[in-house]
Nanobody, 124 residues
Framework: QVRLVESGGGMVQAGGSLRLSCAAS????????MAWFRQAPGKEREFAAA????????WYAESVKGRFTISKDHAKNLVYLQMNNLKREDTAAYYC?????????????????WGQGAQVTVAS
């Protein structure tokens, strides 16, 4: 099992920036990719971004492409989500997830381990 702990959420004005961090510990040796998902009130959880454990490949949802950047600090086992030009519709709880099997990178069902979530609120 991989333990994931998110940090860095908060409230920001539209157009502002935030950076989320996800600290991974435990059985990370089996991890092949990490991702950020988000869930707004009354909506289903949706994919935001993903990165391979080696950090050599990334994926983004169309809604965040060009504004969000996912990255990884290999030495510290940290995954970041840099969010720029935030919009009200980015308001959601953001979850870090880890997977050890192949599958669709944007499918939440293929991720075995999840963090507790970090709230991001964008005010207009």
């Amino acid at each position: 099992q991989v333990r994931l702990v998110e940090s860095g959420g908060g409230m920001v004005q539209a157009g502002g920036s935030l950076r989320l961090s996800c600290a991974a510990s435990g059985r990370t040796v089996s991890t092949i990719a990490m991702a950020w998902f988000r869930q707004a009130p009354g909506k289903e959880r949706e994919f935001a971004a993903a990165i391979t454990w080696s950090g050599d490949r990334t994926w983004y949802a169309e809604s965040v492409k060009g504004r969000f950047t996912i990255s990884k600090d290999h030495a510290k086992n940290l995954v970041y989500l840099q969010m720029n030009n935030l919009k009200r519709e980015d308001t959601a709880a953001y979850y870090c997830a880890a997977r050890s099997s192949l599958g669709k990178v944007a499918d939440a069902r293929d991720y075995e381990d999840w963090g507790q979530g970090a709230q991001v609120t964008v005010a207009s």
